[in-house]
């Protein structure tokens, strides 16, 4: 199985590899409220109220900072966890972005472990630093945090059994003031134990519109609860990731690193799937529609350069049977040398300046969104996704990359993709580019300041409505 070998640069490559590692740290960071909420022109109907959608009402002569209506606001923001996952990551950037304006903000984590965990150590250092005050999730603190709060977020469905563990009869004094961030596609996130005060919250946010009404639906239906107001907000880049993935250097140097380390070579096509290693990912459907792609271009006797699949998303410490089963397909069908395992990382800035297609496999509903794909659309990458969820949202078929069914279904018209972006470079390559014209129309972190921003006076108004204190 190939591995990810440690590469000996030379000085001058390992000090710009280190400056440019530190952006990407940052961007993580920075990223997954990464900013763009932009929302898309069309409106949904939800609980019978007005689905927002905040996209081009944006005037060119707009204040630097659209956030800073915020400033001295209190605001908590209640995370279920604090990992390094997509959830978490979003709340701490949007933590950064209200700190930037002067807000004073608080953060709970509702699920910690006993023992200390390095992950979340290192996480709550980075928002202490910042000046985010980190608050246990249990006790009076908390509940007097919330109670003085102008504004609550709770992050993700699961975050509501904080409301009935900590508040308890305090909980009717918050919920006008609560901004309910949802993520979930998965219908086990659809409990009325989660969610029963949902409708009574000051608004939700939720990052496509395909996740919006899916939730409108199940809740009406499963449920019998409405949605409250809810607000459409799309994901964005942030602006230290666009600055490497626009550093023609930068690019040049990282994809060196990588396929060096990877031991391909540069004219070698790399097609790379970025997501933690997990069924409902895909990887399983990708490596059989890799391999079928292999045979096809035997078959057809097509001249194409060597073609590879990495898999940024594993996990070298703790394989997962899954995993196990990613690696004995790889054994079986002999493609040892052309599929490459890479441990799950912050730093994905370097996987995208190294590959040359990405492919977004998600099953089932899809993705909410996917942040992946507005990152690799910022590096010019065509993207090869499922046709579900916010990907539908993000990738232009035809025009920005190809859309495949879910499931089985999906592995044949996956491979003949591949194929397709392998033997036309100026259709891959003009893909890529229109890609990134999409992400700059769309999807950057002045896009998502502004659509945040809208949803936050939203918000605040109709707390003010509501004696909470």
Known sequence: ???????????QKRCLFALLIMLSISTVIAFLIKAAFDSCDRRLEVAQKPLRSFSNALSVNTPPNPLTFMKSKRVLLVSHELSLSGGPLLLMELAFLLRGVGSEVFWVTIQKPS???????????????????????????AIGTALKADMVVLNTAVAGKWLDAVLKENIPRVLSKVLWWIHEMRGHYFKLDYVKHLPLVAGAMIDSHVTAQYWKNRTQERLRIKMPETYVVHLGN??????????????????????????????????????????????????????????????????????????????????????????????????????????????????????????????????????????????????????????TEIVVNGTTGLLH????????????????????????????????????????????????????????????GHPHR
């Not at 199985?1 to 000085?11: D, S």
């Not at 150590?121 to 910042?130: A, D, G, P, S, T």
């Not at 399983?284 to 096809?296: A, G, I, K, T, V």
């Not at 397709?420 to 129309?441: D, N, W």
């Open 405 to 464: 069914p879910v499931g089985k279904d999906g592995v044949t018209p996956l491979a003949k993709n591949i194929v397709k972006l392998a033997t036309h470079v100026e259709r891959r390559l003009t893909m890529g580019k229109r890609g990134y014209e999409r992400v700059k129309e769309m999807f950057l972190e002045h896009h998502m300041a502004h659509r945040i921003a809208a949803v936050l006076k939203q918000v605040l108004q109709k707390s003010k």
């Open 238 to 391: 942030s602006k230290e990731l666009m600055e490497v993935a626009e550093d023609g250097v930068a690019k040049r140097v990282l994809r060196e690193h990588i396929r060096e380390s990877l031991g391909v070579r540069d004219e070698d096509l790399l097609f790379a799937i970025i997501n933690s290693v997990s069924r409902g990912k895909g990887q399983d459907l990708f490596l059989r529609s890799f391999y079928e792609s292999l045979e096809l271009i035997q078959l057809k006797k097509l001249k194409v350069p060597s073609m590879h699949a990495v898999i940024v998303g594993s996990d070298i410490t703790a394989q997962t049977k899954f995993e196990t089963e990613l690696r004995n397909f790889v054994m079986q069908k002999k493609i040892q040398d052309r599929v490459h395992f890479v441990n799950k990382t912050l730093t994905v800035a370097p996987y995208l300046a190294a590959v040359d297609v990405l492919v977004q496999n998600s099953q089932a509903r899809g993705e909410c969104f996917g942040r992946i794909t507005i990152e690799a659309m910022a590096f010019q990458l065509p993207v090869l996704g499922t046709a579900a969820g916010g990907t």
């Open 1 to 11: 199985m190939a591995k990810h070998p440690v590469v000996c640069l030379p000085l």
């Open 115 to 141: 023992e200390t965990d390095e992950v979340i150590y290192n996480l709550e250092q980075k928002m202490l630093v910042r000046g985010v005050q980190v608050v246990s999730a249990k006790g009076q603190e």
